[in-house]
């Protein structure tokens, strides 16, 4: 049986570090998804019902989607909220929440229990 000189495992990934490096992939990957494509500043209106109806609108005329329109502007909408985590203030952070729930109503889906 062989023997090993080194009981050591390397890890191929690279490590994160924390910078301008992922800041500039959220935006990239919010600017040329294929998933949608946005309204100018939807994240930044004080409506959340404003916010739901402009991401149906761009799921419904997104040629580029790969899944119905619901699950595209929710997945969207998800993606934002994750990636703006501990920058978004409380006040947004339930406007964004409201968004979510108007999204629901607007595709007749039940919420999640």
């Known amino acids: 049986m062989p023997s090993r000189?080194?009981?050591?495992?390397?890890?191929?990934?690279?490590?994160?570090?924390?910078?301008k490096t992922q800041?500039?992939?959220?935006?990239?990957?919010t600017e040329t998804s294929d998933?949608?494509?946005?309204?100018?500043?939807?994240?930044?209106?004080?409506?959340a019902r404003g916010i739901a109806l402009s991401l149906k609108r761009s799921a419904?005329?997104?040629h580029?989607?790969?899944?119905?329109?619901f699950r595209s502007a929710m997945s969207m909408?998800?993606?934002?909220?994750?990636r703006a985590g501990r920058n978004l203030s409380p006040e947004r952070k339930r406007v964004l929440g409201q968004a979510k729930d108007e999204l629901r109503r607007i595709f007749?889906?039940?919420?999640?229990h």
Request: charged share 35%.
């Open 5 to 19: 000189t080194s009981s050591k495992t390397h890890s191929n990934s690279p490590k994160r570090t924390p910078g």
């Open 23 to 29: 800041r500039r992939w959220s935006g990239h990957v």
């Open 35 to 47: 998933a949608l494509d946005l309204e100018k500043e939807v994240f930044k209106q004080s409506s």
């Open 60 to 62: 419904e005329r997104s």
């Open 64 to 69: 580029r989607r790969k899944v119905e329109p």
């Open 77 to 82: 909408l998800n993606f934002y909220i994750n």
């Open 108 to 112: 007749h889906r039940e919420a999640p």
